[in-house]
């Protein structure tokens, strides 16, 4: 492996780790700006998370 394509693997492995980083804090931003209701899944179209396939019927 050259010298060039070393550097260029280094620089689009420091842009894909910026990449999903700032993806996570988007996604991260996105969901504080939420209103509680919606974070909280209090309403009644939520499926709760310890039904059973046979209660989701």
Do not use: D, W
């Not at 394509?5 to 939420?34: D, M, N, P, T, W």
């Amino acid at each position: 492996m050259g010298l060039k394509s070393r550097k260029c693997a280094v620089v689009f492995a420091i842009v894909s780790v910026v990449g999903l980083y700032s993806a996570a804090a988007y996604r991260v931003e996105q969901a504080r700006h939420q209103p509680n209701s919606a974070a909280s899944c209090s309403l009644a179209h939520c499926v709760p998370h310890t039904a059973t396939l046979s209660a989701l019927r």
